[in-house]
Antibody, heavy 127, light 108 residues
């Protein structure tokens, strides 16, 4: 069965960086984009970007451009999300989520539809 | 980017009642690429509906989705105790993908 297992909670000081991991199992890691979504306490869901595990290509939400880096290690089926220059309003639960694929007129395309999610990683930014 | 608005913010109902949740988009959602997720406290979201009206694997048939263009609806025909949660809509037809602010369904 598909599983996404994330690294544990982190506490960071403002200005520091955090790197969250997401280990995938139960499917071909390079066959599906991996997305990152965050949720501040008591708030809604915010998409951060994706990585194509096959090519390493990335696409980041404009809000996070310059501060986020998504990478992967295909040898261990793990995706990473690093967020730098942390601020207090970066305090949130960070989720990895597998993007889905669909077929349109006989062509397989990737879509930002999240069929499997990690359990979430709480990142607390506090001085 | 497409802005999604959900209403009501909170829906207070009793088990066995019907729940109707609305999601409105600021512009037409391409190919009806509209999804609904359920989230319970301390848990990750769970995909319920995709393509506006298709149920995800393992989702009970009391959950149904409808709509197109800019107006979409999630209906829970008879609320079970485990259905009290927050529900988010998401459009994935245009980049960036965006989520609505959520509707909380709580016990009356």
């Amino acid at each position: 069965q598909v599983q996404l297992v994330q690294s544990g909670a982190e506490v960071k000081k403002p200005g520091a960086s955090v790197k969250v991991s997401c280990k995938a199992s139960g499917y071909t890691f390079t066959g599906y984009y991996m997305h990152w979504v965050r949720q501040a306490p008591g708030q809604g869901l915010e998409w951060m970007g994706w990585i194509n595990p096959n090519s390493g290509g990335t696409n980041y939400a404009q809000k996070f451009q310059g501060r986020v880096t998504m990478t992967r290690d295909t040898s261990i089926s793990t995706a990473y999300m690093e967020l730098s220059r942390l601020r207090s309003d970066d305090t949130a639960v960070y989720y990895c989520a597998r993007g889905s694929i669909t077929m349109v007129r006989g062509v397989i395309i990737t879509v930002a539809l999240f069929d499997y999610w990690g359990q979430g990683t709480l990142v607390t930014v506090s001085s | 980017e497409i802005v999604l608005t959900q209403s009501p913010g909170t829906l207070s109902l009793s088990p066995g009642e019907r729940a109707t949740l609305s999601c409105r988009a600021s512009q037409s959602v391409s190919s009806s690429y509209l999804a609904w997720y359920q989230q319970k406290p301390g848990q990750a979201p769970r995909l319920l509906i995709y393509g506006a009206s298709s149920r995800a694997t393992g989702i009970p048939d009391r959950f149904s989705g409808s709509g197109s263009g800019t107006d979409f609806t999630l209906t829970i025909s008879r609320l079970e105790p485990e259905d009290f949660a927050v529900y988010y809509c998401q459009q994935y037809g245009s980049s960036p993908t965006t989520f609505g602010p959520g509707t909380k369904v709580d016990i009356k």
